[in-house]
C-alpha cells in the first residue's frame, strides 16, 4: 500500500526551530511536496525535493532522503504566523498524483 | 492576479439533492484536480483532468462528476449517491502532469449536507 505519516500535532515557542519529519512508502516517487495551510484556507506551497539532501530556502529548509523514504521540513526563527498544518505529499504515478499525509498541526507560542 | 477560484466559500444542501462546486482558473494550466480534506486525513484525490473534454477518476470518485468543457474551469457535481459528502472540497491546478510541477490550491468550497 501507500502510506506517509507525520506527527499529529507540534508545539514550539516563537524565536525557536523546530523540526517535521515525514516518513513515505509509496509505489513510485517522482519528488516530495511540503505545504503550508492555515485553517479553513488553501495549501500553498513551500517546497519540492527530488534529490538527496537539503533545500533551503529563506527560514525553511526541507531534507530528503529517498533510500529511508524520510524528509523533514525544518522551521528557524518561528513566528506567530506560523502557527498552521504542515502538509507532506509524495508525487507518484504517471499524472502528478500526490498522496498527502493526515497533516501536522504546528502551534507557535510566545 | 493570476489564480484559482472557488465558490461558493461556504455551501449548505439538504440529504439527497445533487450539488455543483464551481472552480476558475487563470493561470493557463493544463491539469485540474478535485480533492476532498476532511478532519485528521490528508486530502484525497477525487478526479483529475490532464486537457479539455479528458478526465479520470481518482482514488474517491465514486458519488461524484465533473466536466472540461473549458481549460479554465473543472466543475466537480457531488450527487446523492455520494454516501458522506460533508468535507472541505479544494480544486488544484498545475502546468502539466510532470511530477515536479507544483500544484496550485483554490481557497476551498466547504460543504455541509443537512
Known amino acids: 500500500g501507500q502510506n506517509i505519516d507525520q506527527p499529529t500535532e507540534m508545539t514550539a515557542t516563537e524565536g525557536a526551530i523546530v523540526q517535521i519529519n515525514c516518513t513515505y512508502q509509496?509505489?513510485?516517487?517522482?519528488?516530495l511536496f511540503w505545504y503550508q495551510q492555515h485553517a479553513g484556507e488553501a495549501p500553498t506551497f513551500l517546497s519540492y525535493n527530488v534529490l538527496d539532501g537539503l533545500e533551503e530556502k529563506g527560514r525553511f529548509s526541507s531534507f530528503l532522503s529517498r533510500s529511508k523514504g524520510y524528509s523533514y521540513l525544518l522551521l528557524k526563527e518561528l513566528q506567530m504566523k506560523d502557527s498552521a498544518s504542515y502538509l507532506c505529499?509524495?508525487?507518484?504515478?504517471?499524472?502528478?498524483?500526490?498522496?498527502f499525509g493526515a497533516g501536522t498541526r504546528l502551534a507557535v507560542h510566545p | 492576479d493570476g489564480g484559482i477560484t472557488q465558490s461558493p466559500k461556504y455551501l449548505f444542501r439538504k440529504e439527497g439533492q445533487n450539488v455543483t462546486l464551481s472552480c476558475e482558473q487563470n493561470?493557463?494550466?493544463?491539469?485540474m484536480y478535485w480533492y476532498r480534506q476532511d478532519p485528521g486525513q490528508g486530502l484525497r484525490l477525487i478526479y483529475y483532468s490532464q486537457i479539455v473534454n479528458d478526465f479520470q477518476k481518482g482514488d474517491i470518485a465514486e458519488g461524484y462528476s465533473v466536466s472540461r468543457e473549458k481549460k479554465e474551469s473543472f466543475p466537480l457535481t457531488v450527487t446523492s449517491a455520494q454516501k458522506n459528502p460533508t468535507a472541505f472540497y479544494l480544486c488544484a491546478s498545475s502546468n502539466g502532469l510532470a511530477g515536479n510541477n507544483e500544484q496550485f490550491f483554490g481557497p476551498g468550497t466547504r460543504l455541509t449536507v443537512l
Open positions: 505529499a509524495v508525487s507518484s504515478g504517471g499524472y502528478n498524483k500526490l498522496i
Open positions: 509509496t509505489s513510485g516517487f517522482n519528488g
Open positions: 493561470l493557463n494550466h493544463d491539469a
